[in-house]
């Protein structure tokens, strides 16, 4: 199955998005300062190659191949990620704020949704083979509700530079007062607490 990932890869490569965020280019590439060999492999990114015949997680997990990882990138307006979902497993609400996602799923079943800025739900469940888009910017989700078996899937971001706010992470595991969040969560501090102590050590 995951040798299937460079075909799909190839086929998910043709797909422009049209809602790019980086800013135009005046040069055909960007390369990083003092760099100044150019050749084929400044363009090639093997990062996807552990992958192959590699163990099946046991959490959530996500490779990128973003301007950080992959320096060519850099004002392309593209990026990608690969995301593996054991069974029962979540990729929590986050956003990207500089890129929609283009999300491809390859094998198994996904629960997915986003929350537009009317607080509107939108979900689907995905099959094998569908494509789903996160529009930029917007609160998402993926879930893996299958007990007994994997996901995989691929995004394609309209950025090289995407950016991930994990809603969880960015709200419970920084230093806002516990006062404040519970306030704003119409609760207790004690319960802030326990939430923060759940999380700590999983951003």
Do not use: C, W
């Not at 990114?45 to 060519?72: C, I, N, Q």
């Not at 996901?151 to 950025?159: E, L, M, N, R």
Request: net charge negative; aromatic share 12%; glycine share 6%.
């Amino acid at each position: 199955m995951k040798t299937m990932f460079f075909i799909i890869a190839l086929i998910l490569s043709a797909i422009n998005e049209s809602t790019a965020g980086d800013p135009d280019i005046l040069s055909d590439f960007i390369l990083p300062p003092g760099n100044t060999t150019v050749d084929g492999n400044f363009f090639t990114y093997t990062g996807m190659r552990v992958l192959l015949d590699a163990p099946e997680p046991k959490t959530f997990k996500v490779l990128k191949a973003s301007m950080a990882e992959f320096p060519a990138l850099n004002g392309q307006s593209v990026s990608y990620a690969v995301l593996e979902f054991p069974p029962n497993s979540v990729n929590p609400p986050h956003t990207h704020p500089r890129a929609s996602e283009l999300l491809f799923l390859i094998d198994g079943t996904l629960e997915v949704g986003f929350v537009d800025t009317t607080n509107k739900l939108f979900t689907q469940t995905l099959q094998m083979g569908d494509i789903f888009v996160f529009p930029k910017g917007l609160v998402h989700f993926q879930y893996n509700v299958d007990k007994k078996y994997d996901a995989f899937a691929v995004s394609a971001f309209g950025s090289a530079n995407a950016g991930t706010v994990s809603v969880p992470n960015s709200v419970f595991n920084s230093t806002i007062d516990d006062e404040i969040l519970a306030l704003s969560f119409k609760t207790d501090v004690y319960t802030i607490q326990k939430i923060k102590a759940g999380l700590a050590g999983k951003n």
